[in-house]
């Protein structure tokens, strides 16, 4: 079964750095985009991050452009989150998804890890 | 960047009852929208995409309809099970909605 396991989060300074992990399994992981999204108290739900099956395109969400980066292991069926210049409001629990592509050609994120939890502060 | 806003953001309901939570997009996105619940501590979960097509396993009572701006998740017989938060989602983009917290009455 598909299953999509998150981990590296912790406890940070502001702008130190922190690299999350989704390790996924039970699917052909070099087929399918992957996504991070953040759940934070003020923000709710944000998409942070999207890379395409084969690495070859990223994009990110305005707020952490520059500082982010997004890039997968397809021979380790993994995904990462380089997170740099961490701020107070990345504070947040971080989830990796599996992205679908429908017929009409939006996306649905279809499986979630269990999510990791980041805190920046002082 | 286009805005993705549900009303309400909190209801209470009964088993039983039918419920409908609105998502509207600041402009048109065509059939662009994906819903998903989340109960505490748990990652969302898939409803529905591309509007109205139930993502499998997901019990029929769950539907969505609109286009363009203007969105639907209805329940149509509240289960306990169902009380949740709802969050609705653009497809192109991935920006969500805040979130509509269905709660027992």
């Known amino acids: 079964q598909v299953q999509l396991v998150d981990s590296g989060g912790g406890v940070v300074q502001p702008g130190k750095s922190l690299r999350l992990s989704c390790a996924a399994s039970g699917f052909t992981f070099s087929s399918f985009a992957m996504h991070w999204v953040r759940q934070t108290p003020g923000k709710g739900l944000e998409w942070v991050a999207s890379?395409?099956?084969?690495?070859?395109?990223?994009y990110y969400e305005d707020s952490v452009k520059g500082r982010f980066d997004i890039s997968r292991d397809n021979s380790r069926t993994t995904l990462y989150l380089q997170m740099n210049s961490l701020r107070l409001e990345d504070t947040g629990l971080y989830f990796c998804a599996r992205g679908r592509i429908a017929v009409a050609g939006g996306q649905h994120f279809d499986f979630w890890g269990q999510g990791t939890l980041v805190t920046v502060s002082s | 960047d286009i805005q993705m806003t549900q009303s309400p953001s909190s209801l209470s309901a009964s088993v039983g009852d039918r419920v409908t939570i609105t998502c509207r997009a600041s402009?048109?996105?065509?059939?662009?929208l994906n819903w998903y619940q989340q109960k505490p501590g748990k990652a969302p979960k898939l409803l529905i995409y591309?509007?109205?097509t139930l993502q499998s396993g997901v019990p029929s009572r769950f539907s969505g309809s609109g286009s363009g701006t203007e969105f639907t998740l209805t329940i149509s017989s509240l289960e306990p099970e169902d009380f949740a938060t709802y969050f609705c989602?653009?497809?192109?983009?991935?920006?969500f909605g805040q979130g509509t917290k269905v709660e027992i009455k």
């Open positions: 402009q048109s996105i065509n059939r662009f």
């Open positions: 989602q653009r497809s192109k983009g991935y920006s």
């Open positions: 591309d509007a109205f």
């Open positions: 890379i395409s099956y084969d690495g070859n395109n990223k």
